[in-house]
């Protein structure tokens, strides 16, 4: 041991957690239901997102039904098909994205890629999601309330959110959908605070910042966003269930509703848009942000090439991150706030480009010149560059002002969001899955149904969106259940939506596919080895595999390098772990 | 392999759909074709972008998928190429700002000539005001409106009594007379939409938005609502007539005005 | 929207304060081993808990700068008038006080080991804040009274809603303070519940400034810097 590392060694303790009986759950109860494992805390996170995320695939086979074959469905009403669209949006969103990105994989990786036993605050941690958890039981209890869940569209704007015009307004729909959300917030903040405290407490020793893969940097990032963000949509669904629920006026003018005078005056709405979209926009990239940084460790892994222009990445992660605070009115250039916020939020919006555009520059210098290993994970990867590449320029549609005005709340807009925060993160999503199962299982994904599922997913998604784009070119606006007899549209449109929901159903049931291979791979996988993807990062590292409770036995790891030595000249292997100490000088000894 | 193949099919077909297929805007009938060609630039820049991203993408996953002995180069950066790649981006994002913004300017510029036409929206159709004789539109309050008064025109106000009303029926138009729609709503958020014009803006209940357009195009076009306003959303549509000066008039002389309306 | 604004360039500047020490400029790839690269980058000098208290307050002081802004932006129509501040208010404004100085002397004690001492600050600190809450109960009632209601005018929905958000955070704050109590009436000595009384007086400082804020803005002491926002915005 050297003097440096003596040194170290008594400044900076290993990051032992005092209660050690933590780790030794007794009982079935303790082990997997109220669990303070991270690991068991990730995959309730995620196995509760994706029972509810298939909720809102079934919701979108249901709007394409209507969309691409109205009249073929009875059941689906107008008011049917309002709420479709609201609790779709809202799940997806919220409930499954923001889930699965941070309560996900920030529980699963944050404290075993950051060399800690758990997060720190384990108690916190299990109430983080019981929270969810109860938030998603009030969602789905608002399909059973009278009236059933609210209709407003996932943005919820008042008046007519909580107007009896719009369904389940004037019912307990919108009050179960805010109680929902506000539930939702209190348990986020809860989970938020250990994914950011872990990352800067719990880092183990040599871990720094630089060191960080950026999967960590992405995740903590967007908790860190997160944390900031969600009191403004708190704040928004507060203030509308006192103006639902107790009369106040906080953003209701006075309003004759069908020919009636309510009590309601002097609220502002747009008031309430402001809010919600301080909220919003961050919080595109509060999913967008997990997104980049794992596909980052996607591509490196699987080209074997260290990660370009590291340092710009993390810069870019920050950049984003902090810019993204200031553009949130960009979603209401036409809302009838103030023009002249237009010129700032544009200057702003596009500025936003210049760091994203960097990223994408870097992930694809990553595969120039590398080792491209064509596994699933990497497809996937591949996958999200398109989708992500595309949806990002369609933003700069949107984005700029007066190119926003005759697209703004046309089909346009669904084709840009679906594909840059629908499509794109879900790419990364199940790439990251097929990369991680290993870990969290200690079997393999079945690779064929992998590929069928990966093609399917991947051109089906692009055959929707993109053709969408076009029927929004054409006028057609957002939110209408049929196109209706307009002569501005011609019939080829509905030609054109009738095949958009084919595509649909068919990229649906290809997570039927994904579903059961998840599921059967439990029994059935081939049995995983050690690291399979010969990842540097220390997830792969821990003495047993799939780590156990604690992650690394009786020894914290010491951290000697960053997480993208692959193909290192010289090196006996084309990776080397981020706890190697590398060849050592002679007459030393390992740390 | 196949995915090399498939990321340029990706390319080549999205540029051929986008040329060939027949879905486009509609014919413009307003002053905003500064708006298409703000969109046709960005058509252009971002395309470029698209095409060159996903094909190098794809070259590089030809060139560079795995085979036995492959090694990967070692490069953890080059800050000449991500400067370069900076500042190229950086024009790029000028190039589409910057027109952007000139024509925004126009847009929130209502020039002094503009004729001041209210439309109000409820739930689900869409009224209208013209200004009377006196060229002056009078005011108005939503806790005035009853059955008689369903746009709140205040009878106190003598500017307002020679106010036109149009109730749920189509809004003519002369041609070539720059307009400012002013724009409010009595009960939730609807925004004034007509395709063939390019302007939106959402209708606030509480408050007047606007926006100004002249037409230049006669004919009938569709008004929809483009902002979610409840179950009758998607039905919520009228006309708007561009006619000649003369046609114009001849329409403008059979209109009631508001204290017309109140008497009988 | 300005207010959080203001708040987040806060936390920005602390953020970045933070980072700028972490090496961002560093070239990792070309830094091996532990020891002197990785010196006083590895983690920050507080505790896990102290920092999780402090990145909570950060939450809880942009959801209150969230509501402010919602108060400045509402403010700025022609209908707004001021709630009229009952007196009572000075005198819960004042337990409030009474609580974080006993809090502070609580801590104080502690560390010097004195038991006697911390429990009866920390006993009075908690009646101090239950005296607040059930002022704050009475002044709701006193403008009720007096026809001020909920639904009044915007003013005083905003009121309530700012009290009433404020005096549950109290009542969170009374939770912890509950457990530290009960530690410091127990049998081990003072000193380990150092740590403990810290985080509540810590949080129970926090909530004095809120306090301060709110009343500065619902007295409308600050209306005319508002003012002169709401002009430029407009």
């Not at chain 1, 919006?349 to 994203?356: M, N, S, Y």
């Not at chain 3, 920005?12 to 091996?32: D, F, K, N, T, Y």
Request: a negative charge; hydrophobic letters at 50%; one cysteine or more.
């Amino acid at each position: 041991m050297d003097e440096a590392n003596i040194r170290a060694s008594k400044d900076i303790p290993p990051a032992e957690v005092a209660d050690v009986e933590l780790y030794h759950a007794k009982s079935f109860w303790t082990k997997y239901v109220f669990s303070q494992d991270a690991k068991v805390i990730a995959i309730q996170y995620s196995g509760t997102a994706a029972a509810i995320g298939f909720v809102a695939l079934v919701l979108s086979w249901l709007m394409r039904l209507q969309l691409g074959f109205p009249g073929l469905a009875d059941f689906i009403t107008i008011e049917a098909y309002y709420q479709f669209v609201t609790i779709h949006g809202m799940i997806m969103v919220v409930y499954l994205l923001t889930a699965v990105f941070l309560g996900g994989f920030g529980n699963y990786l944050i404290p075993l890629m950051v060399g800690a036993r758990d997060m720190v605050f384990p108690y916190i941690n299990m109430l983080s999601f019981w929270f969810y958890f109860l938030a998603v039981v009030l969602l789905v209890v608002s399909f059973f309330v009278p009236g059933g869940p609210t209709g407003a569209g996932w943005t919820l704007y008042p008046p007519q959110a909580i107007l009896s015009g719009t369904p389940g307004g004037s019912g307990a729909g919108i009050i179960m959908m805010l109680l929902s959300l506000i539930v939702f917030i209190i348990g986020f903040t809860m989970g938020g605070l250990n994914y950011v405290v872990t990352v800067l407490q719990g880092r183990a020793r040599g871990m720094t910042l630089m060191r960080l893969p950026l999967s960590v940097w992405g995740i903590f990032t967007a908790s860190v966003m997160a944390l900031l963000a969600f009191p403004a949509l708190l704040v928004a669904s507060v203030m509308m269930l006192f103006d639902r629920l107790l009369g106040t006026s906080f953003f209701m003018p006075t309003l004759i509703e069908m020919g009636e005078q309510l009590s309601y005056g002097g609220g502002s709405p747009i008031m309430f848009q402001h809010l919600f979209w301080f909220f919003g926009h961050p919080e595109v990239y509060i999913v967008a942000l997990p997104a980049f940084g794992i596909v980052s460790d996607l591509l490196s892994t699987h080209a074997r090439k260290t990660i370009f222009g590291y340092r710009m990445m993390v810069w870019a992660i920050i950049g984003i991150g902090g810019l993204s605070f200031i553009v949130w009115a960009h979603h209401m250039y036409v809302s009838g706030m103030n023009p002249y916020f237009g010129f700032f939020f544009a200057t702003t919006t596009l500025i936003i480009a210049v760091p994203t555009a960097i990223k994408v520059y870097n992930w694809v210098l990553t595969l120039w010149r590398g080792d491209i290993h064509l596994t699933i994970p990497m497809l996937f990867s591949l996958a999200f560059i398109v989708t992500f590449v595309n949806g990002g320029l369609t933003g700069l549609f949107l984005g700029n002002v007066v190119v926003d005005v005759p697209l703004s709340d046309t089909m346009f807009v669904v084709a840009h969001f679906h594909m840059v925060m629908g499509v794109a993160p879900l790419m990364v999503i199940f790439g990251a899955i097929y990369h991680w199962y290993p870990n969290v299982t200690g079997r393999m994904l079945d690779e064929a149904m992998g590929k069928w599922h990966f093609w399917v997913t991947f051109v089906g998604s692009y055959l929707i969106f993109f053709p969408m784009h076009y029927v929004g070119l054409v006028g057609v606006p957002r939110r209408y259940p049929e196109l209706g007899d307009s002569a501005f549209i011609p019939d080829s449109v509905q030609m054109l939506n009738s095949f958009i929901s084919l595509a649909a159903f068919a990229v649906g049931f290809a997570q039927l596919l994904f579903i059961y291979n998840v599921i059967t791979s439990l029994r059935r996988g081939k049995i995983a080895e050690k690291n399979p993807w010969r990842a540097t990062t220390l997830e792969w590292q821990t003495p047993d595999m799939p780590p156990t409770h604690g992650n690394w036995g009786d020894e914290l790891p010491v951290v000697y390098r960053w997480p993208y030595d692959y193909s290192v000249p010289g090196a006996a292997e084309d990776f080397i772990a981020q706890n190697d100490p590398g060849p050592q000088p002679a007459g030393e000894t390992k740390t | 392999m196949a995915i090399a193949l498939v990321l340029v099919l990706v390319v080549v077909g999205s540029i051929v759909f986008h040329i060939f297929s027949p879905w486009w805007w509609t014919p413009i009938a307003s002053n905003w074709g500064t708006i298409d060609a703000t969109l046709t630039i960005t058509f252009w820049i971002t395309g470029a972008v698209f095409a060159a991203v996903i094909l190098f993408l794809a070259w590089c996953v030809y060139r560079y998928r795995h085979t036995p002995g492959r090694v990967a180069a070692y490069q953890p950066e080059n800050k000449k190429l991500e400067i370069w790649l900076t500042v190229v981006t950086g024009i790029g994002v000028a190039a589409l700002l910057a027109p952007g913004l000139v024509v925004w300017a126009d847009y929130v510029t209502v020039p002094d000539d503009a004729v001041e036409i209210e439309v109000v929206a409820l739930q689900w159709q869409w009224n209208y005001r013209l200004p009377g004789a006196d060229g002056k539109l009078g005011t108005v309050d939503n806790r005035l409106i009853t059955f008689e008064n369903p746009l709140g025109i205040n009878p106190g106000d003598k500017a307002g009594l020679d106010d036109l009303v149009i109730e749920a029926d189509a809004l003519h138009l002369p041609i070539g007379q720059p307009v400012k729609m002013l724009l409010r709503s009595i009960d939730v958020l609807h925004d004034y939409y007509v395709p063939e014009f390019r302007a939106k803006m959402d209708m606030v209940p509480g408050t007047v938005t606007y926006f100004w357009f002249t037409p230049t195009r006669t004919g009938t076009f569709e008004v929809l609502c483009a902002e979610l306003c409840g179950v009758g959303h998607s039905f919520m549509r009228g006309e708007v007539i561009i006619d000649t000066e003369e046609d114009f008039q001849i329409w403008r002389d059979e209109q009631e005005t508001f204290a017309s309306l109140s008497e009988s | 929207m300005i207010i959080v604004l203001l708040f987040l360039l806060v936390v920005a500047v602390i953020a970045g304060r933070w980072l700028s020490r972490q090496g961002l400029m560093s070239q990792p790839w070309l830094e091996v081993g532990v020891g002197d690269i990785t010196e006083g980058r590895d983690r920050t000098a507080l505790s896990g808990a102290k920092l999780g208290l402090f990145v909570f307050l950060a939450v809880v002081g942009g959801f209150f700068a969230l509501l402010v802004s919602g108060y400045v932006m509402r403010m700025g129509y022609p209908d707004w008038r001021n709630t009229p501040m009952p007196p009572l208010l000075w005198v819960n404004s004042a337990l409030l006080v009474m609580g974080s100085v006993l809090l502070h002397n609580a801590l104080l004690s502690a560390r010097k080991g004195d038991r006697a001492t911390t429990r009866l600050a920390l006993a009075v600190a908690g009646v101090a804040a239950f005296g607040f809450l059930a002022g704050q109960l009475v002044v709701w009632q006193q403008l009720t009274d007096a026809g001020l209601g909920l639904t009044a005018n915007p003013a005083n929905s905003f009121f309530y809603m700012l009290t009433g958000i404020h005096g549950l955070h109290i009542v969170g704050g009374l939770v912890a303070w509950g457990r530290t109590t009960l530690a410091v009436f127990g049998d081990h000595p003072v000193e380990q519940q150092v740590t403990r009384i810290e985080l509540s007086a810590l949080y129970w400082h926090f909530l004095l400034f809120v306090w301060a804020l709110l009343m500065v803005v619902m007295l409308g002491w600050a209306d005319d810097l508002v003012n002169m926002c709401n002009q430029l915005l407009r």
